[in-house]
């Protein structure tokens, strides 16, 4: 009982790491589609933010100093975004497309310019990456049966960006349903005229939205290199960003729904980990393979299962034009 | 230009309603000599407008005479390329709509600018919010929604959900709207065209509710009973000038008609009565599902030859699907169709173009979407539906010349204008791309001919031409069906007309005795059992959340 227990800690332990850059990801999607703004470039701005950490970090030894290079870096990619689509009204698709495309060529390039490591860069350790952060009381704690576990196996022991990206779900919320702000980025996504003939800036507005995409999404790169791993790989987000899309798009576009789903994803990916080599009663062993694909076939199912019944922010992927 | 600008107007009473005499009062807004062009089209040539305090000023005038895009100017949706903008007097700049909004002026859009995923509440203070933090200024904004809602007596549910309302009541929040930002000047963009009558009649209720607490209201049309109807005073655009400027108690239809087309133009459409022959087309027990909604609910109509059958009811409620099924577009589910000897069933299909080999001709809707493609000239447009015709094919190409010389034809006989095959269907006017596909399908003669919104954004002048030519065509024997939001056009075209509601026929009249009120009731269903009427029921509740058929 004890070890099933510690095991289904542990699982759900590495379901939290697995889904964090899911999450900010998925929050960070919400903004922008919410706001109107198609944004498959996730996958681009993570991939782009974690290189950027994990070489800032390597040269400058602080993974804080790493985090907000991979946070300007993530927003210059959501400005360039934003640059295609409201200013020029370009399709939102490609020009998404276009930045994953250049993240992916640059982040090699540059690292084996700079690195020579075939496109990796140096490994990190000390104060270059976020290391897990133990909560007070955790050792006292430990002494309560069956809470005290779950707090200290499950709760305490993750680095710092882990609990950004869980706080940022009810920040999402709140900003999104309690604010303004949301109020307005909420009205944009359905009916952009209703906002410019009130009198407020559909461009700016939309504007700020992808830039707050761009930070989400550099707080995911920059614990993708300096948190989870200890440098940065070739094409290491492996298309996260999509699975954060998918899942975001599950959640029909709200918050707790998301981060339900990358959870869910999330977890999938940690039993994966977990099964490896373990032969289950009946059916053997399960090739690592399988499980592995397991979040993408999900993906594939899940959008192509659920999509029509999702309702997507009505103005979704069409540039705002004024007209008479 | 000839302005024929009435100079003294402290002169005149103004409507003979609550104004005071305007001399002393500084008109609510005067624009002076605006123009504003796009590219070559100048959209307003030197336009002057006045509008006193405390009245309903109409402005009239057809599609593309500068309307729209004047109150774009006044509402900072455009900046004007010259001329002045003076609001109560002073000088304005107006860049955008947020200075319009700071002048005091609201607008109400032909397409409401609305979120239909908010509340009524959200919606209003969208722009209007106060402080960054929605829970207080929420609370103040509910408290100020209902005490306009009660000093105006429009009456709605803030936390009503806005797209599960009716038009009428959506209307009515944009009004709000307007309200809430402290609107004084209020202009309404052909307020009406998605109104039933009744629900026409409450706006006008508003109106005058409005200008009795003194706001100044600028209402745009091209629906000449409206002005006589509810406006003090009357402008006229034409071709982006403004005419004219009358007095509504001292001008009739007629004259404004002539102003606005600038020729005299026949309003009642001249007809004798019907003479009805035989059955051309019998359709029984229509229904149609689509994704599980019933849009057609059990529809039997008989068109006979020499008649013309009218089918009146708010858009939406099935008129599409019946136009569809009958012209082939949309497979019978269940029911039959009759076509002289040949009957259609769900499991004897057939095609719009085997409906056509049957003579029945389809003018769309939408001309736009279906009617034509805009992207092909004229000539391509004339004969889209015939083009296996072999008059127009040689052994493997087209015979260009023979589709030209089609097309000129019918350009000649329709009043096609600019009379141009090679032109792009896009480039012509509504009316004339509207004439050119009902030439199309008119000179064929074909037995049965539906017709759906024969004059949407169709000009007045076009207007007369077209329903002389369906009349004409209906005493040759063919037999027509009309399809048209626009209740006046159904009653002064139709011998028999039938009202659609939520898929279903809910009444016949015929079409001399039809009276516009009696059509609205039957088309808000309030003649039949307990279904909801909104007009009724919007008298006086305020909480407003029941089912009405969006």
Redesign the interface.
């Known amino acids: 009982m004890d070890d099933v227990f510690l095991l289904l800690l542990s699982t759900l332990d590495s379901t939290l790491r697995v889904s964090a850059p899911l999450v900010l990801c998925a929050m960070a999607g919400i903004f922008s589609e919410r706001s109107g703004i198609i944004d498959i470039s996730l996958e681009g701005k993570l991939l782009a933010a974690a290189f950027s950490a994990a070489a800032v970090a390597a040269i400058s030894g602080s993974a804080f100093i790493g985090l907000g290079a991979a946070i300007i870096t993530s927003v210059l990619m959501a400005l360039l975004h934003g640059f295609a689509c409201i200013t020029h009204r370009g399709n939102q698709v490609v020009s998404g497309l276009a930045i994953n495309i250049l993240a992916s060529g640059l982040t090699v390039t540059l690292g084996g310019a700079w690195f020579h490591k075939g496109g990796q860069t140096p490994t990190l350790s000390g104060d270059a990456r976020f290391s897990p952060i133990t909560l007070p009381g955790a050792d006292f704690l430990s002494e309560i049966p069956f809470l005290g576990t779950i707090y200290v196996e499950l709760i305490s022991g993750h680095n710092l960006l882990v609990y950004i990206a869980f706080l940022a779900v009810p920040i999402t919320w709140w900003a999104l349903y309690k604010t303004r702000f949301g109020l307005r980025l909420r009205a944009v996504g359905e009916n952009p005229q209703a906002v410019d003939t009130a009198g407020i800036s559909v461009t700016f507005l939309r504007y700020r939205s992808v830039i707050i995409a761009g930070i989400l999404c550099g707080i995911a790169g920059a614990y993708l290199s300096t948190g989870q791993n200890a440098a940065f790989g070739k094409e290491m987000s492996a298309g996260q960003g999509y699975i954060a899309l998918a899942a975001m798009i599950f959640g029909k576009w709200k918050p707790v729904p998301g981060l339900l789903a990358c959870m869910l994803f999330g977890f999938l990916d940690a039993m994966a980990v977990r099964l490896q080599g373990v032969a289950i009663p009946g059916i053997g062993e399960i090739p690592v393979q399988f499980m592995q694909a397991l979040p993408y076939v999900l993906t594939v199912i899940l959008l192509a299962g659920f999509i029509g019944k999702a309702v997507a922010p009505k103005a979704i992927g069409r540039p705002y034009v004024k007209e008479r | 230009m000839s302005v024929e600008r009435i100079k003294a107007q402290g002169s005149e009473a103004v409507g003979g309603q609550s104004a005071p005499p305007p001399s002393i009062e500084l008109p609510a807004i005067e624009l002076k000599a605006i123009s504003k062009s796009f590219g070559p089209v100048k959209a307003n040539q030197n336009v002057d407008l006045k509008v006193l305090p405390g009245t309903i000023h109409g402005i009239i005038g057809e599609n593309g005479a500068g309307k729209?895009?004047l109150m774009?100017i006044l509402?900072g949706?455009?900046e004007a390329d010259s001329g002045e903008i003076l609001i109560n007097g002073q000088k304005k700049k107006i860049h955008?709509?947020?200075?319009?909004?700071s002048f005091g002026i609201g607008?109400v859009?032909q397409?409401f600018?609305?979120?239909?995923?908010?509340t009524v509440l959200?919606?209003v203070?969208?722009?209007?919010?106060g402080?960054?933090?929605?829970?207080k200024?929420s609370q103040t904004a509910r408290e100020e929604l209902l005490k306009l809602s009660k000093e105006y007596s429009l009456a709605v549910d803030p936390d009503a959900m806005t797209g599960d309302l009716p038009v009428g009541l959506q209307q009515r929040v944009e009004i709000l709207?307007a309200l809430y930002r402290g609107a004084e000047i209020l202009i309404l963009d052909e307020p009406t065209g998605v109104l039933t009558p009744q629900e026409t009649d409450q706006l006008f209720k508003i109106l005058n509710i409005l200008r009795s607490r003194g706001v100044s209201i600028i209402l745009i049309t091209h629906k000449l009973q409206e002005i006589m109807a509810i406006t003090d005073r009357v402008s006229v655009m034409r071709a982006g000038t403004m005419v004219s400027e009358r007095e509504t108690s001292a001008t009739s239809k007629n004259e404004l008609a002539e102003l606005m087309v600038g020729r005299k133009v026949l309003l009642e459409v001249d007809k004798t009565d019907a003479n009805p022959g035989e059955i051309l087309l019998d359709a029984k027990n229509l229904s149609y599902r689509e994704d599980g909604v019933t849009k057609l609910d059990d529809v039997s109509i008989t068109l006979h030859a020499g008649e013309i059958v009218g089918i009146a009811g708010v858009s939406g409620n099935g008129q599409t699907e019946l136009l569809a099924a009958l012209s082939g577009i949309c497979p019978l589910q269940t029911g039959s169709i009759d076509i002289g000897p040949v009957q259609i069933t769900s499991k004897n299909h057939k095609n719009p173009k085997e409906f056509r080999e049957l003579s029945v001709g389809h003018v769309p809707e939408d001309r736009h979407r279906m009617g034509m493609v805009t992207a092909f000239n004229a000539q391509e447009t004339a004969i889209m539906g015939f083009h296996e015709d072999p008059a127009y094919n040689g052994k493997v190409l087209m015979d260009n010349k023979a589709v030209q010389e089609h097309c000129t034809r019918l350009m000649q006989d329709y009043d096609v204008r600019p009379e141009d095959p090679k032109l792009k269907s896009a480039n012509f006017s509504g009316g004339n791309q509207q004439k050119l596909v009902l030439a199309r399908e008119m000179d064929r003669r074909p037995e049965v001919l539906l017709v759906g919104q024969p004059t949407r954004g169709v000009d007045i002048g076009a207007i007369e031409f077209i329903h002389k030519n369906l009349i004409a065509m209906r005493d040759a024997g063919s037999a027509i069906l009309v399809v048209s939001v626009e209740l006046e056009e159904i009653m002064s075209l139709s011998d028999r007309i039938l009202v659609m509601f939520e898929g279903r026929i809910v009444g016949e009249v015929a079409g001399k005795d039809a009276d516009a009120r009696q059509l609205g009731l039957l088309m808000g269903n309030a003649g039949t059992q307990s279904k909801t009427s909104s007009e009724q029921q919007n008298n006086n509740n305020t909480t407003h959340s029941e089912e009405i058929p969006a």
Do not use: Q
Request: net charge negative.
């Open positions: 729209s895009t774009s509402y949706f455009y955008s709509s947020r200075d319009a909004i607008m859009h397409h600018m609305l979120v239909e995923t908010f959200e919606n203070m969208l722009g209007a919010e402080a960054p933090l929605l829970n200024s709207k």
